[in-house]
Structures are given as structure tokens and as C-alpha cells.
């Protein structure tokens, strides 16, 4: 996949994860003895400690208090599958609503014996209660629930018993080897290569150095997001997705691709029934879910009922357990003191590029890292123990930590080397899975940096734009990718059919509205443009920040603007764009010479060929013009799509607030990874485009024996009816959709 050598070191055959003997038994069933302990231990104190500090509250004696500490534990693990059923129905507030009452009545029951029945025992009871769960929890952490593998190793045991008793069925072709595809999303192939040689990612370096996987190199095409990567990776297709956001000029849509509705409405136009995950395969955290017929927490599949009642069921589970819900909220709230520590050192000593970093980045950290991280690990493994075929799941620890700290930085990399962690985790699953698993490990693009735009130059894109244009702007350059993930899994968390489910269901959609409230700006301008302008002085801008990358739309047109329609009617604008200092080259298209790449001293005529003066493409790569070419084409295509500069040091300058920063050309943003096992083929030459990467991927499908029984394919809506043609990867015409 990549024009140099591939890196593996040391021959041999793939070796799969070992099947766990003897020793391994025993070790888990040890640590199930330790942690039962631990709980009990936990249990006693607090009730030790409650009958001393709440009023009305006592136990006489330590032969009394032990005895209650195992009928609350026995009676918490009855309750337990009770609670999850629960939740799974209500959604978590119903679920520790309910918690919360069951232990009070147990404390209460437990303790009439020495304490009597008075009136306040109930009310002690609740507090005893507290403090019980409190003590638990905190011994809990720090005994057992506090390493990696605490998130996995219930759910490994759980498999071991269910085999055990005949309970776990044995799939019909459980001599296929599944997939686990991850995706560490934003991670650059030179990242990858530098912490495998540190080896501080030491689950990939050690796959590496035994020469069971081989890690290659391969390039996104324009534009370098998750959104058009990912439709790529799982479906075959990378058209008609220009951006983060875009505007519809049909229909005066705003589309941001983490907003539920708009995600599931772009994946109907692009799914032909033949996705990656289409084979009996389960999506993950994902925006889209390539077909899969069982999704978890994915964006475009947030209101299929049987799957979100799957998801509720799984997150439940998960939180039930104290290794879950205890792990969760401890690092949830490490992550938050560690972010804000970092932010104030970072502002200490001055680094540079930088940028504000305040309290709602700190929880969204935190969550990612915490519960969402632990959430997903705990999905796919309940997935590979059901034996699903193929699994495809999203981590986006890294690309958030590093769009808000940089690529290198301490913080981003530890979040790597947590995904790495998750692997290791993986590997136990699969030791215990009833189908063997391979482990394919990729990144949807990669990242470059730099210091703001805005910072650099004193205005942003919009403020440059109104300028040049003297015309109104609504822009759109804000949003966070990881927030939508987060509001897809609350949505996800509780049935509308109670009020708990729509409560969490109307959190979501704050969290979502929240994070898209400049899109929406930008829909209300783009549909009263769409409407009618009274006159020439009404015209208004809409311009969206993709990472470097910036589009530039006049509101409310029904087609693309030409260059000469541009200059007639903003003469200022294309000329003062290419020659801002910090944009490198702005496309347009010209009705005389078709698309035209146009920077401050010459201009690059892509669909000729022709070069005039100098060439604005050749800082960006070889594959730029064909890149601008392909993204310049599409009918969602902007007025005017706009790149930064990349300076001497490779660095660009984000749209967005972002030190790190995808979506143009420049840097290392196209430069993504894969790391997958020797004896799965990959072409020799490097693969450009994440839909020429899925033909790969389907490829390793099939030749272990999946997508033999598949439906005919559907036509997809987006390839037919468009009235024009867009060059395919070997150059040849495809129809566009509506």
C-alpha cells in the first residue's frame, strides 16, 4: 500500500491470538476470588462506617456487620441482571432511580434486626445506602477495576461459564475467521511508524516485530475527513461528500455529518446493501454502518428501534457492573483534572500553536477516554462472543485530543497508546471467542497542525470573505465530530416509550443542536436566500471551516457560481483570497477553462493539465491536482473552495479553532495508516482513496470465506440521475445522484 517499504519485522506466519489454558483459568478464576473479596471487604467497612456516622443507624458487633455485608453483596448480584432489563427498558436515570430504592430497601431490611424499625430507619437506610455503594466502589477501583483488562475480564468469564453450561452456541461456520477492524481515527502514518519504533504502543509494536502484521501507509483523497473516509472504507463510494458540512442547493439543506438525521440521510444515498459490514456484521461508534445489520452508537442508525434497544441493553451490562460504572466515573474524573492541568501548563510555558482550551473540551476528553472508550471495548467484545463475523469500531480518542493539543503532544499520544491498550484487551476476548479473529487496525486520514487562521492574521475566514465580498456571512466553523458520537450514545440510551427514554432521547438532541448551532444559522440563511432577495445588496455568504480547508458558498444560488460570474459580481473576492498570505490557493471553476486552482502568482488548469506562472498545487503533493480535480467536480462543490498555506515548517492553518487540523491539503493530513495481518494481500503500490481501500478490505472478506450468501446488489441512489459524470478512481465517468 505504500510506494516504500512496508514495515514488518522478522518472518513468519500470523500468529493468532493463543486460546487461554490451564493457567489462565485458574489466574481469572483467582481474580474473581480477589475480586469478591475486595467487594465483601468494601461492603463491611461501609456498613461499618454508616452504622458510626448516621444517626439511627446500627449494627452490634463485627459478626453483624460482615453478615449484612454478604446479604447486601448476594442480594446486589440477584439484582443485578434485574436492573440491567430495567434499564435497557427506562434508560439509566429509571435504572439507578430504581438502584438507588432496591439497596435502600435491602439496607433497611438488613438492618432491622439491631437497629430496630423505627420511623427514620428508612430514611438512615438511604444514606447508609450511600455511603455503603460509596466505600464499595472506591475499594472496587482501586483494587481490581482499575486496570485495562477490568473492562474485558467479566465479560471473558461470562463466555467461559456460558460454555461451560452449554449456553453458548457454536456458530454453524465457526472455522471462518472473523475481523475486527479498528479504526483509530485521525491518526498520520508517521505517528504510527515514530511510536512503533519508540515502543510505546506495545500491543502494535509487538504484532509488528514478530511479524505477524505489517503496517503500510495509504492516501485519503480530498476532502481528508471522517465522513468521506468512512463512506469510502464502508461503502465504496467517497462522491458527494465535500466537506464536514455542505449545502444542498436543491433543497437549501445545511448537511453536518454528525447530525443523526443527516447521517442516515446521506448513507441511504450512497448504500447499495453491499457495505463492508454487510456480511453479518456489527458497527460501532461509527457514522455511518456500512450495511451492517446490528449497529451500536452509530450516527446514521441512532432511531432503528431493535438496534438501539441492543445498545441499551449492551450499556446497561456495562454499567452494572462495578468494573464498569466505577472504572467510568474515576476516570472520567482524572481525565478532567489531567485536561485541565495540561491546558494551564500548556498556557505557562507558551506553547505554540495553541489554543483555548476550557471546560466542555475537558468533559468531552473525559468521556471519550473514560466511558466512551470502555463503552465501545465492552461492544466489541460482546459482539466477538456472539461470534459476529466482521466488527468494525471507531475510537476517536486520538483526533480529538491532538485537534485540541497537536499531534505530538503528550496528551494525544497517550491517547494512542490507550487504543493500543484496547487491543491488548481484544486479544483476551478473542482467546475465548467461538470463531477465531483477525485484527485489522487503520486511520481514516491523518492530521496536520498549526497555529489558527485566525490567530496568525487577526480575522477568520468569514471576516476575510465579508471583507473582500462586502456582503453579509453566516459561517459555520465550529462543532466538535466527538460531541455528535456523545449525543448518539445518550440518544441511544433510553426508550422514547418512557419518559426516562425521552429524557435522555431530548439530552441528545441538546447535545447535537448544541454542537450544530452555526449549521443551523447557516440552513435558516441558505433557505431564506433560497426564498427570495429583494435585490443585488442582499446577497449573503455561507462559509464552513473544514480543518484548513474552507467553503465558500453566495447563499441561496441554484448552481455553482463561475469564476467570471464571481468576478462580475465580487470583483474583490477570488483575487483578494489567493493573495491573503495564509491561503495557498482558492478553486474555482471557469466557464472558458473549466476547474482552475488559483494562487497568488500563477494558476493550475487541472482538467487541461495547464500550468501558468507558478503552479499554487506544488507545495501540496503529487496527487493534489488530481485531488482538486475529483472534489472540485462534485455538484455539493462550494464557489469557492479554499486552502490554507503550508509554511517551511509543513504546518497549516485551520478555519476551525484546531492545532490539529484535517480536511485540506498539506501536512500529514493525508497521509493514513493500516496495520493488518502478513497473509492478507495488499496491492504494492501505494492505495489512493478510501474507496479503492475498501475493494482491499472486501477483498480480505472473501478470500476468508465471508459475503458468499450476500443479496443482490441495490442500485444506489446517488450514482444515477446527477447529468454528470465524475471521474472514478482509473479515470473513467460515474453518473451522480440526486
Known amino acids: 500500500m505504500s510506494d516504500g517499504p512496508s514495515r514488518t519485522v522478522s518472518g513468519g506466519a500470523p500468529a493468532g491470538p493463543a486460546r487461554l489454558g490451564t493457567r489462565d483459568r485458574l489466574r481469572l478464576r483467582l481474580a474473581d476470588a480477589g475480586r469478591a473479596f475486595v467487594g465483601l471487604a468494601g461492603a463491611t467497612l461501609g456498613f461499618a462506617i454508616a452504622s458510626s456516622l448516621v444517626p439511627g443507624f446500627r449494627l452490634h458487633g463485627w459478626p453483624a456487620t460482615v453478615t449484612a455485608a ?3 453483596m448476594a442480594t446486589g448480584a440477584l439484582f443485578r441482571p434485574v ?51 460509596g466505600v464499595t466502589t472506591v475499594l472496587m477501583w482501586v483494587f481490581t477495576a482499575g486496570t485495562d483488562e477490568a473492562v474485558t475480564a467479566s465479560l471473558v468469564r461470562r463466555a467461559m461459564r456460558r460454555r461451560s453450561r452449554g449456553r453458548q452456541a457454536r456458530p454453524a461456520d465457526a472455522d471462518v475467521p472473523g475481523v475486527v477492524f479498528v479504526q483509530a481515527d485521525g491518526v498520520p502514518y508517521p505517528v504510527l511508524e515514530l511510536m512503533i519504533m519508540a515502543g510505546t504502543l506495545p500491543t502494535l509494536s509487538r504484532w509488528v516485530r514478530s511479524g505477524s502484521h505489517v503496517m503500510r501507509e495509504w492516501r485519503p483523497r480530498l476532502p481528508a475527513t471522517t465522513p468521506a473516509s468512512q463512506m469510502g472504507l464502508l461503502h465504496g463510494t467517497t462522491d458527494g461528500i465535500p466537506a464536514f458540512r455542505w449545502v444542498d442547493r436543491a433543497s437549501g439543506r445545511v448537511y453536518v455529518a454528525n447530525r443523526p438525521a443527516d447521517a442516515r440521510a446521506v448513507e441511504a444515498l450512497h448504500s447499495d446493501g453491499h457495505g463492508l459490514l454487510a456480511d453479518d456484521g456489527v458497527s460501532v461508534s461509527n457514522l455511518f454502518t456500512g450495511d451492517a445489520p446490528v449497529a451500536y ?21 456495562f454499567l452494572a457492573r462495578p468494573d464498569g460504572l466505577a472504572r467510568g466515573i474515576s476516570r472520567t474524573v482524572a481525565e478532567i483534572v489531567r485536561e485541565r492541568f495540561q491546558a494551564a501548563r500548556a498556557r505557562r510555558r507558551d506553547l ?22 470502555d463503552l465501545n471495548t465492552s461492544l466489541v467484545a460482546t459482539s466477538m462472543l456472539e461470534g459476529r463475523r466482521c466488527v468494525y469500531v471507531d475510537y476517536v480518542d486520538y483526533d480529538a485530543v491532538a485537534h485540541h493539543a497537536g499531534m505530538l503532544r503528550p496528551e494525544s499520544l497517550d491517547a494512542l497508546a490507550g487504543i493500543d491498550a484496547v487491543l491488548a484487551q481484544l486479544e483476551k476476548v478473542a482467546a475465548v471467542a467461538p470463531r477465531p479473529y483477525r485484527f ?31 456582503a453579509g456571512v453566516t459561517d459555520a466553523t465550529t462543532g466538535s465530530e466527538a460531541a455528535g458520537r456523545l449525543g448518539a450514545v445518550t440518544a441511544s440510551a433510553g426508550s422514547v416509550d418512557t419518559a426516562f427514554g425521552r429524557a435522555l432521547h431530548a439530552a441528545g438532541d441538546r447535545i447535537e443542536r448544541r454542537g450544530n448551532a452555526d449549521a ?90 495547464e500550468v501558468l506562472g507558478v503552479d499554487p498545487l506544488a507545495p501540496f503533493g503529487e496527487h493534489a491536482a488530481e485531488f482538486v480535480a475529483r472534489a472540485a467536480a462534485m455538484p455539493e462543490a462550494p464557489d469557492v473552495l479554499v486552502n490554507s498555506l503550508i509554511d517551511a515548517m509543513g504546518e497549516v492553518a485551520a478555519f476551525e479553532g484546531l492545532v490539529g487540523c484535517h480536511g485540506g491539503l498539506g501536512g500529514w493530513q493525508d497521509r493514513a495508516m493500516v496495520v493488518h495481518p502478513v497473509d492478507l494481500p495488499a496491492p504494492d503500490g501505494l492505495v489512493v482513496g478510501a474507496d479503492t481501500l475498501h475493494a482491499v478490505l472486501v477483498g480480505w472478506l472473501e478470500l476468508l470465506g465471508h459475503r458468499r450468501a450476500l443479496p443482490p446488489r441495490r442500485e444506489r441512489p446517488y450514482a444515477t440521475g446527477r447529468g454528470r459524470p465524475l471521474p472514478g478512481p482509473d479515470g473513467s465517468g460515474q453518473d451522480r445522484a440526486p
Open 70 to 72: 454478604v446479604l447486601f
Open 83 to 133: 436492573l440491567v432489563r430495567v434499564a435497557a427498558r427506562l434508560g439509566w436515570p429509571g435504572a439507578v432511580l430504581l438502584a438507588l430504592l432496591g439497596q435502600t430497601v435491602v439496607v433497611w431490611a438488613i438492618a432491622r434486626g439491631d437497629a430496630g424499625s423505627g420511623p427514620g430507619l428508612l430514611l438512615a437506610s438511604f444514606a447508609a445506602a450511600w455511603i455503603i455503594a
Open 297 to 317: 452508537a452509530t450516527m446514521s442508525a441512532v432511531d432503528r428501534t431493535q438496534e438501539t434497544l441492543a445498545t441499551r441493553r449492551a450499556v446497561s451490562r
Open 352 to 373: 505554540h500553536p495553541r489554543v483555548h482550551r476550557g471546560w466542555a473540551f475537558a468533559v468531552e476528553r473525559a468521556a471519550l477516554n473514560g466511558v466512551l472508550r
Open 440 to 470: 485489522v487496525v487503520l486511520s481514516d486520514h491523518g492530521q496536520s497542525q498549526g497555529e489558527v487562521f485566525a490567530d496568525r492574521y487577526g480575522e477568520d475566514l468569514a471576516a476575510l470573505v465579508a471583507r473582500l465580498a462586502h
Open 520 to 609: 443551523d444559522r447557516a440552513t435558516a440563511t441558505q433557505r431564506a436566500a433560497v426564498a427570495g432577495r429583494d435585490g443585488p445588496g442582499d446577497d449573503e455568504f455561507l462559509v464552513f471551516g473544514s480543518g484548513n480547508l474552507g467553503l465558500v458558498y453566495v447563499a441561496g444560488e441554484d448552481h455553482r457560481l463561475s469564476r467570471e460570474e464571481l468576478d462580475a459580481r465580487f470583483p474583490a473576492l477570488v483575487t483578494g483570497l489567493v493573495t491573503h498570505p495564509g491561503v495557498g490557493f482558492a478553486v474555482v471553476r471557469s466557464d472558458e477553462h473549466g476547474i482552475v486552482a488559483v494562487g497568488p502568482d500563477g494558476e493550475h488548469r487541472v482538467e487541461r493539465g
